[in-house]
Nanobody, 123 residues
């Protein structure tokens, strides 16, 4: 199983970015894709997740109303739409797959990880 995260970049506060996470090598759609982020000097934190079979989503409080996840099951790809970005959103963003299908805020519950993609929000 491989995950490829794309879409990071540099934006000004209030700007938007869309991250994608393409999953390959997993036959079932009963898995969950989560996004985590790690800012310099801070621990990795869970941001959001989506169930690839039914599209259920969950978000950490700090991004609710600003970030939105969606998926294209046919492409095995999950998306993270980030709006109204703030400097505190600056981090390396990672996507991960939980093949149990439940999703979790705990990184240890995810089986496979993609490489990080850097998001920088600065004026």
């Amino acid at each position: 199983v491989q995950l490829q995260a794309l879409g990071g970049g540099s934006v000004r506060p209030g700007g938007s970015l869309r991250l994608s996470c393409a999953v390959s090598g997993f036959e079932s759609d009963r898995y969950c894709v989560g996004w985590f982020r790690q800012a310099p000097g801070k621990e990795r934190e869970w941001v959001s997740q989506i169930s690839m079979d039914d599209g259920r989503t969950a978000y950490t409080d700090s991004v609710k109303g600003r970030f939105s996840m969606s998926r294209d099951s046919a492409k095995n790809t999950a998306y993270l739409e980030m709006n109204d970005l703030r400097p505190e959103d600056t981090a390396l963003y990672y996507c991960a797959a939980d093949t149990r299908g439940y999703g979790s805020w705990s990184a240890s519950d995810y089986d496979y990880w993609g490489q990080g993609t850097l998001v920088t929000v600065s004026s």
